[in-house]
T-cell receptor, first 113, second 113 residues
Framework: GENVEQHPSTLSVQEGDSAVIKCTYSDSASNYFPWYKQELGKRPQLIIDIRSNVGEKKDQRIAVTLNKTAKHFSLHITETQPEDSAVYFCAAPHPGANSKLTFGKGITLSVRP | GAGVSQTPSNKVTEKGKYVELRCDPISGHTALYWYRQSLGQGPEFLIYFQGTGAADDSGLPNDRFFAVRPEGSVSTLKIQRTERGDSAMYLC???????????FGQGTRLTVV
């Protein structure tokens, strides 16, 4: 099965700085990589995803980069704001079932005003 | 409805009791997933439905857990003889098909006392 790990487990940044969260996976056949944001007491929300046929994808202040050779992908948040504070989960799918996901343990991002 | 709906939002039950958790997916979504999220952890896959059938139930922890989706829409997760270790947030997600992103409901927080 898939093994997904996230580093670091917590990250604190100053408002306006950038944050980078890294995720590694084990199954080289995985081809879809989502990032979810979960605020306290709320549902995980998909914020960005990337498929294996591209190396980078951007959406306003967030971007995801994928390195298939090294089997890792990263979430980049620029110009961080206090409302970016949340737990961020990366996930990787079981091959052939992109919504049967194995999630990492999550990273708590704190943005200091 | 606009999103995935789960009821109840909170459920407190006594050890040994039977509980049912309901998920109403986004209209037209054929794929439906149940996940369980313990405090401080990422969601863990339980079971996946494609239409009415359970395509993959490999994540169900034991035979006390069962889920149905008789008409290919609403799904019910059933837990028999509940144990304190079953306490968690139970999340349901749906997607148009198994190859596209999943959208999560708000979850049911189950507490077994």
């Amino acid at each position: 099965g898939e093994n997904v790990e996230q580093h670091p487990s917590t990250l604190s940044v100053q408002e306006g700085d950038s944050a980078v969260i890294k995720c590694t996976y084990s199954d080289s056949a995985s081809n879809y990589f989502p990032w979810y944001k979960q605020e306290l007491g709320k549902r995980p929300q998909l914020i960005i995803d990337i498929r294996s046929n591209v190396g980078e994808k951007k959406d306003q202040r967030i971007a995801v980069t994928l390195n298939k050779t090294a089997k890792h992908f990263s979430l980049h948040i620029t110009e961080t704001q206090p409302e970016d504070s949340a737990v961020y989960f990366c996930a990787a799918p079981h091959p052939g079932a992109n919504s049967k996901l194995t999630f990492g343990k999550g990273i708590t991002l704190s943005v200091r005003p | 409805g606009a999103g995935v709906s789960q009821t109840p939002s909170n459920k407190v039950t006594e050890k040994g009791k039977y509980v049912e958790l309901r998920c109403d997916p986004i209209s037209g979504h054929t794929a439906l997933y149940w996940y369980r999220q313990s405090l401080g952890q990422g969601p863990e896959f339980l079971i996946y439905f494609q239409g009415t059938g359970a395509a993959d139930d490999s994540g169900l922890p034991n035979d006390r857990f069962f889920a149905v989706r008789p008409e290919g829409s609403v799904s019910t997760l059933k837990i028999q003889r509940t144990e304190r270790g079953d306490s968690a947030m139970y999340l349901c997600a749906s997607s148009p098909d198994r190859s596209t992103e999943a959208f999560f409901g708000q979850g049911t927080r189950l507490t077994v006392v």
